[in-house]
């Protein structure tokens, strides 16, 4: 649909460069250019797909006619469902969608060209550290990345069992109870030392960018690239327990 036979990204920073172009084209649609995105898919019309392009522009057309297509194809008849749900579920809908073809491109690329196991892991790792178009789409990534430093500093309060104890119900950073507002502040202050916790799994420092999670059990913090946690799939745990935890045998 794009000229898939006229631009082919070869390396990794290639590939990734054409998710990022991909990714912030569907991004325009499903957010700034919404209304637009939402006339285009009439129910009345055949099969759509929403595709993105290296440009960061979008379109919504048919699929392509050939067979196999030059690259893997996004969701077929986006536009049947536009009237049978919540305009905020289909959308949603449709950035899940769009995240898996996404990386279904990208890793056709890696395929193509011969990628080893190195170069699909630096790949992967990229985009990893962005936000998936679901959780921009649906405004989670702001939000986890405000929980995420609130609770990486109330958790580190040795003296707060109470922080604690919400931090293992919920992994994700929940703003502190109206009771704990006084130890802000001096937590505030402390804010530099916890530069110094460093991956149970890598040993690399604590970085304010970067999603983190700390096991229930041995209370050890991990980088969640390192340890494959996902913050959308972490928001469904509620006891995590590092791969060394979770290979020990309770004891009788």
């Given at each position: 649909m794009d000229g898939g036979g006229q631009y082919n990204p070869r390396t990794v920073e290639e590939v990734f460069r054409d998710f990022k172009g991909r990714r912030a084209g569907l991004i325009k649609a499903l957010t700034t250019d919404v209304e637009e995105f939402y006339q285009q898919c009439d129910p009345e019309k055949e099969n759509l797909c929403l595709y993105g392009f290296p440009s960061e522009q979008w379109e919504v057309n048919l699929p392509a006619e050939e067979v196999p297509p030059e690259l893997p194809e996004p969701a077929l008849g986006i536009n049947f469902a536009r009237d049978g749900m919540q305009e905020k579920d289909w959308l949603s809908l449709v950035a899940v969608h769009s995240d898996a073809w996404l990386l279904g491109v990208a890793f056709y690329f890696g395929a193509r060209f011969g990628f080893d196991k190195a170069d699909r892991k630096r790949l992967f790792n990229l985009i990893n550290?962005?936000?998936?178009?679901?959780?921009?789409?649906?405004g989670t990534a702001k939000k986890q990345t405000k929980e995420k430093s609130s609770n990486h500093s109330s958790s580190k309060s040795k003296s707060d069992s109470k922080a604690r104890a919400s931090e293992s119900q919920a992994k994700y950073q929940k703003p502190m109870l109206q009771k704990e507002e006084e130890?802000?502040?001096d937590e505030e202050e402390d804010e530099d030392e916890h530069g110094d916790t460093l991956c149970g799994a890598c040993g690399m420092n604590y970085g304010t960018d970067e999603f983190w999670i700390c096991c229930d059990i041995c209370e050890k913090w991990f980088h969640g690239k390192c340890v494959k946690i996902t913050p959308a799939r972490a928001e469904h745990i509620k006891q995590y327990k590092c791969p060394s935890c979770s290979g020990k045998r309770a004891r009788p």
């Open positions: 550290e962005l936000p998936t178009v679901f959780e921009v789409v649906t130890e802000v502040l």
